[in-house]
């Protein structure tokens, strides 16, 4: 499979050791995974066509998986994390295709998913409204798509104190907030941002609600179909 030739995403890519160290770290947002999928699940029905973008590790989508009848694909432009999650699908004895891609060039016909669903990852797109006219495309007629990301305005108090929550080591904590304070805070969009790439894109807009630390945007794919 190809994958763009031109880099998707923005500063050093999640490969090896930084991937795996990744995924260790967020394994202490299990319940927060679970919660989330939970809450997807109740709004989906039986059968539904699922696509996460950048599912890293795959915490999330195994735990989805696990809550219904739902056909569920995964792509990410991390080989390492495809290799993660497939391990993690296995563990969990669900069934999820996941596979190396970009968000940006997405390897799926038109109209291939009913719900689309983007975590704590598109703020590290480098082509943010490219990756909006993907998800459309990819989307049936009425399908809905879902990103969650940090919020531009977070205060780093209100960082360390969800990192502190987490339970991670000390050791995990410190380099989780200089991750926050140095690279992803400065690469988070606030709510006027994402509404004017919603209307830049094929949506035109977009719904957004505000949490702790973090943004929930929704769009929908309106057009009837022909």
């Not at 799926?108 to 009913?114: A, G, L, T």
């Not at 929550?165 to 200089?178: E, I, L, N, P």
């Amino acid at each position: 499979m190809q994958v763009a030739s031109q880099k998707s995403w923005k500063g050093v890519g999640m490969e090896g050791w930084m991937a795996r160290w990744y995924a260790r770290t967020r394994q202490r947002d299990m319940g927060e995974f679970q919660q989330q999928a939970a809450a997807v699940a109740q709004a989906l029905p039986p059968g539904a066509r699922v696509l996460e973008v950048a599912p890293g590790p795959g915490y999330f989508a195994v735990e989805l998986a696990k809550l219904g009848d739902f056909k569920i694909t995964g792509l990410d432009v991390s080989r390492t994390f495809v290799e993660i999650a497939t391990d993690q699908a296995t563990r969990g004895g669900v069934a999820i295709d996941f596979r190396l891609g970009s968000a940006s060039q997405m390897p799926f016909p038109e109209r291939s998913f009913d719900f689309v669903y983007c975590s704590a990852a598109f703020k590290n797109f480098s082509e943010p409204v490219k990756a909006l006219d993907e998800m459309h495309r990819v989307l049936r007629p009425g399908g809905q798509a879902l990103i969650v990301d940090l919020r531009k305005d977070v205060s780093l108090d209100e960082v360390d104190a969800y990192l502190q929550r987490s339970g991670r080591s000390r050791v995990d904590a410190w380099m989780g907030s200089w991750i926050f304070r140095h690279m992803l805070v400065k690469r988070a969009y606030t709510g006027p941002d994402f509404r004017r790439m919603a209307g830049q894109s094929r949506f035109g807009h977009c719904r957004i609600s505000v949490g702790p630390i973090g943004i929930e945007v929704r769009l929908v794919r309106s057009e009837p179909d022909g």
